[in-house]
């Protein structure tokens, strides 16, 4: 039965730690700092880390000095340089709209709001060109290349267009393929520490039978010897180990909060409700728990939270920020490193403890009246 309800919670866990990871797929999809539009993708993904990824989606990424993508679309081939910060230059070849006069030309420009674009025509080997300044959504019109090439600059707005289409187009396709892989890291990772939890206790339970096979003690006596073993090996550690859970399950349940409970609340403050309801929770486990051990034992054995308890809480914390941290580095680079991070954890969790403390004060005042009653 010991075994058995081991496995049980484990399986609970998992559950929740995948419906946790399903939250954070729908969050992601949604919402991701600092990432929310075609520009900011092209700052995160035309990088060199994401080269493989670009080629896997079927384009040509190259490094000549600067990054470049060549995006392989139904309209063309868009090619995209990076430039400096925030800069980015497209480049596009468009096909003769007039089958009188061969007006195939090029365009190229840098992506933004109000930029200058060169439009290229070739006629015997030579190059003409001329410059159009595209602002607010409209082009400037220019008289002379309309004359020589039968082109309008409302055609040419038209193309301008759709190079920022299919600029927009492939990065936001690039950062949903980026979103779907995380979360298969996530599920993966997740799935292999239940498949190695689930080795261990089989290697455990074959060890346990192996000793009770022909000694003098049964099964249950040798199983019981080791539970005691592996919770004495744990005892010294058992604040930290307990400051570490709080934050762990604070950091699960947050995700599942904000996706499923609170999904009509905006961005931030659905975060900051959903951090505050999950550290509740969690409080309102962590006592139940510390309630139930506390009713096993005599009442001069219970333990008492003292300043090194705090102390070693505290570090457990601390710790599992930076294990939660290392997690999501090895997941994804979504979320840049700031303190907000650790300002908010570090806030729920000491709301969670500060909670725990006072629904264990109010149990033990309720039971010690209810004996002094008696």
């Not at 908010?344 to 033990?364: D, K, S």
Request: glycine residues 8%; proline residues 2%.
């Amino acid at each position: 039965m010991i075994v058995l309800k081991i496995i049980l919670l484990a399986v609970i866990g998992w559950v929740i730690i995948q419906l946790s990871n399903e939250a954070k797929y729908i969050e992601e999809t949604k919402y991701i700092p600092n990432m929310q539009n075609a520009l900011s993708y092209a700052e995160h993904y035309i990088t060199w880390r994401y080269r493989g990824d670009w080629r896997e989606l079927g384009h040509r990424f190259e490094r000549e000095g600067l990054y470049s993508v060549d995006l392989e679309t139904d309209i063309g081939t868009l090619g995209i340089l990076r430039g400096g910060y925030s800069e980015f230059r497209l480049y596009m070849r468009f096909d003769s709209t007039s089958e009188e006069v061969n007006n195939s030309h090029s365009i190229r420009g840098t992506y933004g709001k109000e930029t200058l674009f060169i439009v290229v025509f070739s006629i015997n080997e030579e190059y003409v060109l001329y410059k159009i300044l595209y602002k607010d959504g409209k082009c400037i019109p220019n008289s002379e290349m309309e004359q020589r090439f039968a082109i309008t600059s409302d055609e040419i707005m038209e193309n301008i267009e759709q190079m920022y289409t299919t600029f927009e187009d492939e990065m936001e396709k690039m950062h949903k393929y980026q979103i779907r892989k995380v979360n298969n890291r996530r599920c993966n990772l997740v799935n292999g520490g239940f498949i190695l939890f689930i080795i261990y206790m089989i290697l455990k339970w074959e060890f346990v039978r192996g000793g009770a096979t022909g000694g003098k003690k049964t099964t249950e006596q040798y199983l019981g010897e080791t539970i005691v073993n592996a919770i004495n090996k744990l005892a010294r550690w058992k604040y930290v180990l307990c400051g570490a859970t709080i934050l762990f399950w604070i950091y699960i349940l947050r995700p599942v909060i904000s996706g499923f409970i609170l999904f009509g609340v905006e961005n931030p403050v659905n975060i900051y409700v959903s951090y505050g309801i999950s550290a509740i929770i969690v409080a309102i486990t962590g006592c139940f728990v510390i309630v139930r051990n506390g009713a096993e034992k005599p009442e001069n054995t219970r333990g008492k939270m003292g300043s090194w308890q705090i102390v070693q809480m505290t570090a457990g914390c601390i710790l599992e920020m930076f294990i939660i941290r290392l997690g999501m580095m090895l997941v994804s680079d979504f979320y840049p490193r700031s303190l907000r991070f650790y300002i908010i954890n570090g806030i729920a969790w000491i709301g969670a403890v500060f909670l725990m403390l006072i629904f264990r004060g109010i149990n033990y005042l309720i039971f010690k009246e209810e004996r002094v009653s008696l």
